[in-house]
């Protein structure tokens, strides 16, 4: 008999379906899901398709798989991926064949696509130095595999990307008998290329740490010479794709996306309009500026905040425009000297990808009056703006950060005070303004609120 163990984060779209395709086969008589905290319904639709949930203590996919594999009640175990539907019709029976004909231990799953980036510029070059024996598997980061639970029992199991070649590497070590086998054509999508970075330094990170430690330290030059090759050509492969594959798109929060301003609606419900407008007429330093507009806010809960952005008036077409700029593969972000609490529900709000803002701190839920201004809005060697503190900084940090140049980013905003970063963007759009010099700088100025002319130049 077969349990079938799937880690799961935020999978409602697919779970059921998948829960459903394994109990279609005879020989599966459990199915866990063990579960990372999902914030949507995913454990709920598991557990009305029959699994067993298992919630994780900490999240990881392989502290997920260790539980999962604690908890089987069988001795064949395989492990699916929960955001793929559908699987291949024979998917189970080709994973499990050569365990319950007892052919192997281990069963890695392969399917029809070509090999992955990290695949091909890091783990196999990897492999073929460490661990030949490895060498000639063609998805050695796969995901769905199956084998016996007494051979997974002795795997210590990694807690980040590299968890899978690590328990190939783990079972190759422990003598296990390995077949890899292809299951078909699978709908999957690749990873991000923001994401690569890191994937490729813990895929690297596990193939190393299983080497045994005098074959790092006995390796020729030429093979020390070869790891440095590989680490150049991925950096080099990363920065080529990512600036020539992403472009980015910018707005201003308020008076951009907001039809007005958050702290005026907090003043007008709160009663500091007077406070406010003090202090503006009064302090010209904008980070004191900041912090002491931030006092105002003190004992104010974070739902009696998002009460008032959730009401604040959006420009009407900015959901279809997002959702157009990302199909066209912009990455689309918000830059704000508002707060992060603001600025990251309205990126959830429109569909956007990050969010930069000023963080307000909260003890038990209210706010305490402190604001910490990131490091990312502060002048640095490398700014090119001349300013302290300036949202351009910020914007070169958020280029550095997905790997975007500077040429590719478009910002949109209608302040005065945005003057710098519009004019250091790639093209910058002055969306409704009244203030000429902005228009002057802007690549294109839109005089009516409608972002629709934006799509002509992106």
Same mark, same amino acid.
């Given at each position: 008999?077969?349990?079938?163990?799937?880690?799961?984060?935020?999978?409602?779209k697919t779970i059921s379906n998948i829960i459903r395709f394994c109990f279609n086969d005879p020989q599966v008589t459990e199915v866990?899901?063990?579960?990372?905290?999902?914030?949507?319904?995913?454990?709920?639709?598991?557990?009305?398709?029959?699994?067993?949930?298992?919630?994780?203590?900490?999240?990881?996919?392989?502290?997920?798989?260790?539980?999962?594999?604690?908890?089987?009640?069988?001795?064949?175990?395989?492990?699916?991926?929960?955001?793929?539907?559908?699987?291949?019709?024979?998917?189970?029976?080709?994973?499990?064949?050569?365990?319950?004909?007892?052919?192997?231990?281990?069963?890695?799953?392969?399917?029809?696509?070509?090999?992955?980036?990290?695949?091909?510029?890091?783990?196999?070059?990897?492999?073929?130095?460490?661990?030949?024996?490895?060498?000639?598997?063609?998805?050695?980061?796969?995901?769905?595999?199956?084998?016996?639970?007494?051979f997974f029992n002795r795997i210590d199991f990694f807690n980040d990307y590299g968890v899978d070649?690590?328990?190939?590497?783990?079972?190759?070590?422990?003598?296990?008998?390995?077949?890899?086998?292809?299951?078909?054509?699978?709908?999957?999508?690749?990873?991000?290329?923001?994401?690569?970075?890191?994937?490729?330094?813990?895929?690297?990170?596990?193939?190393?740490?299983?080497?045994?430690?005098?074959?790092?330290?006995?390796?020729?030059?030429?093979?020390?010479?070869?790891?440095?090759?590989?680490?150049?050509?991925?950096?080099?492969?990363?920065?080529?794709?990512?600036?020539?594959?992403?472009?980015?798109?910018?707005?201003?929060?308020?008076?951009?996306?907001?039809?007005?301003?958050?702290?005026?609606?907090?003043?007008?419900?709160?009663?500091?309009?007077?406070?406010?407008?003090?202090?503006?007429?009064?302090?010209?330093?904008?980070?004191?500026?900041?912090?002491?507009?931030?006092?105002?806010?003190?004992?104010?809960?974070?739902?009696?905040?998002?009460?008032?952005?959730?009401?604040?008036?959006?420009?009407?077409?900015?959901?279809?425009?997002?959702?157009?700029?990302?199909?066209? #593969?912009?990455?689309?972000?918000?830059?704000?000297?508002?707060?992060?609490?603001?600025?990251?529900?309205?990126?959830?709000?429109?569909?956007?990808?990050?969010?930069?803002?000023?963080?307000?701190?909260?003890?038990?839920?209210?706010?305490?009056?402190?604001?910490?201004?990131?490091?990312?809005?502060?002048?640095?060697?490398?700014?090119?703006?001349?300013?302290?503190?300036?949202?351009?900084?910020?914007?070169?940090?958020?280029?550095?950060?997905?790997?975007?140049?500077?040429?590719?980013?478009?910002?949109?905003?209608?302040?005065?005070?945005?003057?710098?970063?519009?004019?250091?963007?790639?093209?910058?759009?002055?969306?409704?303004?009244?203030?000429?010099?902005?228009?002057?700088?802007? #690549?294109?100025?839109?005089?009516?609120?409608?972002?629709?002319?934006?799509?002509?130049?992106?």
């Amino acid at each position: 008999m077969i349990t079938i163990i799937i880690p799961t984060l935020n999978e409602a779209k697919t779970i059921s379906n998948i829960i459903r395709f394994c109990f279609n086969d005879p020989q599966v008589t459990e199915v866990i899901v063990v579960d990372d905290n999902s914030e949507d319904d995913t454990v709920a639709l598991a557990r009305a398709a029959g699994a067993r949930v298992i919630n994780s203590k900490v999240r990881g996919k392989g502290l997920s798989m260790k539980e999962g594999i604690t908890e089987a009640n069988n001795e064949i175990l395989i492990f699916l991926d929960g955001d793929i539907d559908p699987y291949p019709e024979k998917t189970l029976t080709l994973l499990a064949s050569p365990l319950l004909n007892d052919e192997s231990d281990f069963v890695k799953g392969t399917f029809d696509r070509n090999a992955g980036r990290i695949t091909e510029l890091v783990a196999k070059p990897l492999l073929n130095i460490f661990f030949p024996g490895l060498s000639g598997f063609s998805q050695p980061l796969s995901g769905m595999i199956a084998g016996k639970k007494n051979f997974f029992n002795r795997i210590d199991f990694f807690n980040d990307y590299g968890v899978d070649i690590g328990i190939l590497i783990d079972m190759y070590l422990m003598q296990a008998r390995i077949k890899e086998v292809n299951i078909g054509y699978i709908e999957n999508n690749s990873k991000p290329w923001e994401s690569l970075g890191k994937m490729s330094k813990e895929v690297s990170r596990a193939i190393i740490a299983k080497a045994q430690p005098q074959t790092v330290f006995n390796m020729p030059e030429a093979e020390i010479s070869s790891i440095e090759t590989i680490q150049r050509e991925m950096h080099n492969t990363l920065k080529e794709n990512l600036s020539g594959y992403h472009k980015m798109i910018v707005f201003n929060l308020d008076g951009t996306i907001f039809n007005g301003r958050f702290i005026d609606e907090c003043a007008n419900a709160f009663g500091f309009k007077n406070e406010l407008a003090e202090l503006r007429a009064s302090e010209r330093d904008p980070i004191i500026l900041t912090k002491r507009i931030g006092l105002l806010l003190n004992g104010k809960t974070m739902d009696e905040l998002l009460n008032i952005v959730s009401n604040i008036e959006i420009i009407e077409d900015i959901r279809l425009v997002v959702e157009t700029l990302k199909r066209k #593969h912009y990455l689309v972000g918000i830059i704000s000297h508002s707060y992060t609490l603001i600025a990251n529900y309205v990126k959830q709000n429109i569909g956007g990808d990050f969010a930069l803002a000023n963080q307000l701190n909260f003890y038990r839920g209210k706010a305490t009056g402190e604001v910490n201004l990131p490091s990312y809005f502060f002048a640095s060697p490398e700014s090119i703006c001349g300013h302290a503190y300036c949202k351009t900084n910020a914007l070169q940090y958020a280029c550095d950060k997905y790997n975007v140049s500077l040429k590719n980013c478009i910002v949109v905003s209608n302040d005065r005070e945005d003057r710098c970063i519009l004019a250091h963007a790639g093209k910058g759009v002055a969306l409704g303004t009244e203030d000429e010099i902005l228009k002057k700088i802007a #690549h294109l100025s839109i005089p009516e609120r409608t972002l629709a002319p934006l799509l002509n130049i992106a």
